[in-house]
């Protein structure tokens, strides 16, 4: 065995993988290590965002933490190496290792060797070849990566580039190997704590001159950079009419936010889903006394202790009643086959609104399961959803949903469906109303359930009979037993 082989089998890379149906990309939000530590199989290492939520990423090898090639904050695609794992460090330092034989599977020297005089962190490893298109994409960062600091020549390149200056004498006068540093000149330098606080803020750091010892963009810097920029006077000739003392300018005060993770997914899937599957949606209003008085019986029933019950979970119960006696609603067109898909299992998704945008996890095979186990695992999951830990395999295979828009004091709205499936359900804030009841007008809790449907899939009579059965078992919650 060549030594180049020993190093490739000792350093071991992490690529990202697709941790959803699809994804292309993930970004780095938090690394719970740093090179040199120790870590085990199954030992959680960072945590990703996804288009679709976060998701903590385990090591899969023992060793220490050789380098981390992305800081917090970085966009990544699926397939490339994030960081590596020295799974033999007993083995002396990495140096030690010969250089890689003519075909191993080396990282290109002119973007992880050393300079001369410091340890080459790669030698005898490195990404495969089809990696190098990343390497030349994306910078490979300083600090998170667990590379050293760079000699002064390099650094005073970089504090000469950040200022406008051409870096083209410092670099060529550095006492460097002949390959380029790790470290890309140009590379904002900046702490992590300023790193997020640029982020927040939507300020690039590339556009911000630092002030800070050694190039170092400080905190000051981003809150300037941040600052309305003061305006410049047209020449008179196209000067507008003078502006009202004391008015701001239109500009500072708009604020830019990347559009990327949830937000970006939801878009696009809401505009797919409107300009594709034909929406219909109906409205029906209800008296829902008995379940609410219904709702407070069985927070008080033994079977239910320790179990959320709230208005949602019957609404739920009635709706999985209603396509039981309507199955042919839960359905799917494909497409590319010009097909109808009939499925004999409920996924029910429960829209769910967290701090990194809206999501819509579903509960499988949510039309089998007895009112205590559908309690147990709405319960779950939208504690997951709000924690923002919900997997990519719980939001996929969705076939109806519910969006409970009256948590929020709506009386209703017209949902736009989840893209392939077949039915939204809202279900309105549930308000005293005066209702005649018995033929009296009594004050009744009253809401409004908004169904929207796919017309392809679903016409106007079996959507109508749909809403108007689960209008009816929320109005005689009894229903649940002799439809059930």
């Known amino acids: 065995m060549t030594a180049s082989t020993a190093g490739a089998q000792r350093f071991r890379e992490f690529k990202m993988p697709d941790v959803g149906e699809g994804l292309t990309e993930a970004e780095i939000l938090k690394w719970y290590v740093q090179p040199g530590d120790t870590v085990t199989d199954g030992q959680v290492i960072c945590e990703v965002e996804t288009a679709k939520a976060a998701v903590e990423l385990p090591s899969p090898y023992d060793g220490v933490v050789h380098a981390l090639h992305f800081d917090e904050g970085v966009t990544v695609d699926v397939g490339t190496a994030i960081f590596s794992v020295d799974t033999d460090p007993g083995a002396g330092p990495a140096a030690d290792s010969a250089a890689p034989a003519a075909g191993a ?4 020297a002119e973007e992880d060797a050393e300079p001369q005089g410091r340890q080459a962190v790669l030698v005898g490893y490195g990404a495969a070849p089809a990696s190098t298109k990343r390497r ?37 006068a550095a006492p460097v190997a002949p390959v380029a540093p790790a470290v890309v000149p140009g590379r904002p330098l900046a702490k992590p704590p300023v790193r997020k606080l640029a982020k927040d803020l939507g ?10 010892p050694g190039g170092l963009i400080t905190r000051e810097d981003v809150h300037a950079a941040a600052a309305p920029a003061p305006s410049v006077a047209a020449p008179e000739s196209e000067t507008a009419a003078p502006a009202e003392a004391g008015v701001v300018p239109t500009a500072a005060r708009e604020r830019r936010v990347p559009v990327k993770g949830v937000r970006k997914a939801t878009a696009q899937a809401m505009v797919n889903s409107a300009f594709t599957a034909p929406h219909v949606t109906e409205f029906i209003t209800v008296d829902v006394t008995r379940t ?27 709706f999985l009643v209603a396509i039981k006696r309507h199955p042919e609603v839960n359905a799917a067109w494909d497409e590319a086959n010009q097909e109808i ?39 779950e999951l939208v504690a997951t959803a709000r924690e923002g830990k919900t997997s990519p395999a719980a939001m996929s295979g969705g076939t109806v949903t519910i969006t409970n828009v009256g948590v929020f004091g709506v009386d209703t709205g017209t949902p736009i469906l989840n893209p392939g499936e077949s039915a939204i359900l809202a279900f309105g804030a549930v308000k005293l109303q005066p209702w005649v009841h018995k033929g009296k007008v009594k004050a009744r809790q009253v809401t409004t359930l908004a169904l929207s449907f796919d017309h392809r899939l679903i016409d106007g009579e079996l959507g109508s009979k749909l809403l108007a059965d689960i209008a009816a078992v929320l109005e005689r919650p009894k229903r649940l037993i002799t439809w059930g």
């Open 203 to 212: 300020i690039d750091l590339a556009t911000i001159a630092p002030t800070g």
């Open 341 to 379: 898909v009939y499925k004999d299992y409920v996924n029910l998704g429960i829209a769910a609104a967290t701090p990194r945008g809206l999501i819509v996890p579903n509960i499988k095979d949510a039309g089998v399961k007895a009112l205590p186990q559908l309690a147990a695992e709405l319960g």
């Open 105 to 108: 599977a080396a990282a290109p």
């Open 136 to 172: 030349a994409r994306r910078p490979q960062p300083g600090a998170a990566a667990g590379v050293p600091a760079q000699p002064e020549p390099v650094k005073a390149a970089l504090q000469a580039e950040l200022n406008g200056r051409s870096v083209a004498a410092p670099v060529a």
């Open 292 to 318: 609410m008085k219904l709702v407070q019986e069985l927070k008080q029933d033994p079977d239910m202790a320790g179990l959320r019950v709230n208005p949602l979970l019957l609404v739920a119960k009635a």
